[in-house]
């Protein structure tokens, strides 16, 4: 048997899409929602695999401080970079791949998730990312 419980986010962000050919190759942003999914071999003496308040403020810090209000770009994207630096007051956070949906969940699986959940007990195992109401990606480890 397995158990799983989940905490959904929301955060802005803008971004953009290098070598798209339509309207995303331009600066734009979205209202995402962030969906952490979450597995955990034990169950503690109160009966959860992890606190929704745990999982809330280890997630919520992480993209309050990273994502939220922040232009996700690609490092690669030289000419983006430069047009929101030369902006005043800025945020920005730089990915080693395009900031598709599919880029950004992997990221955060892969990459944000052992960091802030490393000693919690439980482990993420799959993350949806809508970035409208419409579309997600969504990616999970084997
Ligand atoms: N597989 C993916 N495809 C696209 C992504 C993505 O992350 N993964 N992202 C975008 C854009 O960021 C874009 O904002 C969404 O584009 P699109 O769906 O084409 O936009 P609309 O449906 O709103 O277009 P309308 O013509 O206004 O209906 C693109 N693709």
New binding site residues.
Partial sequence: MSIRIMRRFTFCAG?R?VG?E???QNL?G?NYVLEVYVTGKEQDAVGRILDFKQLKNRCKDWIDENWDHTFVLWDQDQNGLDAIRSSEPHRVYEMDSNP???NMAKHFLEDVCPKILGDSGAEAYKVRLW??E??Y?EVELD
């Fill in positions: 971004h899409l798209h339509g309207k995303c734009h979205h598709t949906a599919e970035e409208s419409e579309t990606a």
